[in-house]
């Protein structure tokens, strides 16, 4: 069965490969070489704080067992984690707004390190307040930072569809390269050399460093609405009534909770669906496998981004339909594959086919960020970006916090036929936001009685 694994490994390798070069003309974007200095930099800032991310989250539950911690209390912990992003994660994405995003930006890369820093403590309050830090810096990371790029490409003069370019390439590198490299560098310092499971914290600390460094030497300041007469509590109340009086903007969070809800409870739900009787898996091996899936999507987003005449909303129905899809195989191969009875031992068959799934899963996540980055950009209004961004987290973080305080209350078939309805409502969802673009495109469109009312003064 070993073989399966490096089978379905070099498949996708060889896609990845094949589609980045058979990329023509109608696939790229040409750009100028001032905006490609621009998204230069910004990938490499994204990626060494993605590579602080990465290195941390395969040793965050392998560390607390280290420390003598249960299931329970480890629980608790990552509760907390959500939980803080949820409660100061909004609050920090509105002082973004106001105060400044690359200061945000910073800022998160202070937090994140002091939460690197409470690791080496096996105090369960000290690693508590690390879980606190560590979900405020989360919420900056998925806020922050998109709203400088966004706000920052505008103030340049660069073309619109320019911001597809980086958006692609940034989950291209950040949630894929990075991701896999982060995983062999780390398994480098904990096994290899024999560091100990702090390692990849202090490592992750060392890129943070150098990606605050270069913010404070190459970035500028950029605001939301740096106005002084508005307090905290307006710029809730802002931003929550931007949310309620345009349906896009509601429909947008809507489909991002439900999509992303679904990503994160298929994180904790990967590992006993592939070994339900403790079957030997290679579990950082088959990491690296979804992160080169992800790859995959996000070059397929490159190329589908690139097209002017093919819109986002449209091939988005599709990709969570696929995805919904995807996560139906575990229930599928629970009734039509025989259960095996032997514990231990490889991946069984049924296990093999729900990889597959899983891959073609992690490939509908490569698509879904760079295109919903492009949404956002769309239909968010500039002026609270980073605010309305963190509130459509506060129900993504409500949902993963229920699923891991009730992760064994339910069969794992009925968590991912769970997933599978959110994802297919995500996609009906998906048909109603290019229905009401349309019609707000159609609305403010001049017809042809209106042009020819504007044209008789010129007759005249």
């Not at 310092?189 to 202090?202: E, I, K, Y």
């Not at 009534?241 to 991002?256: K, P």
């Not at 981004?305 to 139906?328: C, D, G, H, K």
């Not at 042009?451 to 008789?456: H, V």
């Amino acid at each position: 069965m070993e073989l399966f694994f490096y089978f379905i490994f070099g498949a996708m390798g060889s896609i990845v490969v094949a589609i980045e070069l058979s990329k023509n003309n109608r696939d790229r974007i040409n750009a100028t070489t001032a905006f490609n200095s621009f998204k230069n930099n910004y990938l490499l800032v994204y990626s060494l704080m993605m590579a602080g991310d990465w290195l941390q989250g395969p040793y965050v539950y392998y560390l607390y067992s280290q420390y003598g911690y249960g299931k329970g209390e480890i629980g608790q912990l990552f509760i907390a984690g959500f939980g803080s992003s949820m409660l100061f994660g909004t609050i920090v994405g509105s002082l973004a707004d106001k105060q400044g995003r690359r200061r945000a930006c910073v800022i998160y890369c202070i937090t994140y390190i002091l939460s690197c820093f409470t690791k080496h403590s096996s105090e369960y309050k000290i690693l508590m307040l690390g879980r606190i830090l560590g979900g405020i810096a989360t919420s900056l990371l998925f806020s922050a930072f998109e709203s400088w790029l966004v706000a920052e490409h505008n103030k340049r003069g660069f073309e619109q569809q320019w911001l597809s370019i980086t958006f692609s390439k940034a989950i291209f590198l950040g949630n894929g390269l990075v991701a896999i490299l982060s995983g062999l560098f780390g398994n480098v310092l904990v096994h290899s050399l024999g560091l100990g499971p702090v390692a990849p914290f202090d490592a992750a600390a060392c890129f943070l460093v150098l990606g605050m460094a270069i913010i404070l030497s190459s970035w500028t300041e950029n605001y939301g609405d740096p106005s002084e007469n508005k307090d905290l509590l307006t710029q809730f109340r802002g931003a929550a009534v931007a949310i309620a009086s345009d349906e896009r903007i509601a429909l947008l969070g809507a489909i991002q909770s439900l999509f992303e809800g679904s990503m994160y409870t298929f994180v904790f739900l990967w590992t006993p669906a592939l070994s339900p009787n403790n079957e030997e898996i290679p579990h950082g091996f088959i990491f690296a496998t979804f992160m080169l899936a992800s790859m995959l999507g996000s070059s397929l987003a490159s190329r589908l981004l690139a097209r002017a005449s093919l819109r986002v909303e449209n091939y988005m129905q599709i990709v969570f339909v696929v995805s919904a899809a995807s996560l139906v195989l575990p229930i599928v191969t629970s009734f039509l594959v025989p259960p095996s009875q032997v514990k231990g031992g490889s991946i069984s068959f049924s296990g093999c086919i729900q990889l597959i799934g899983f891959c073609v899963f992690e490939a509908c996540v490569g698509i879904f960020w760079p295109s919903i980055m492009k949404m956002r950009s769309q239909y968010i209004p500039e002026e609270a970006r980073s605010t309305i961004m963190n509130f459509f987290r506060i129900p993504l973080n409500i949902f993963v916090c229920v699923v891991l305080y009730n992760v064994d209350a339910f069969p794992i078939t009925v968590m991912f036929g769970m997933c599978s309805i959110f994802l297919f409502v995500a996609s009906i969802l998906q048909r109603r936001l290019m229905v009401i673009a349309d019609k707000l495109k159609t609305e403010t469109r001049p017809t042809f009685r209106e042009k020819d009312a504007e044209m008789e003064p010129l007759n005249a």
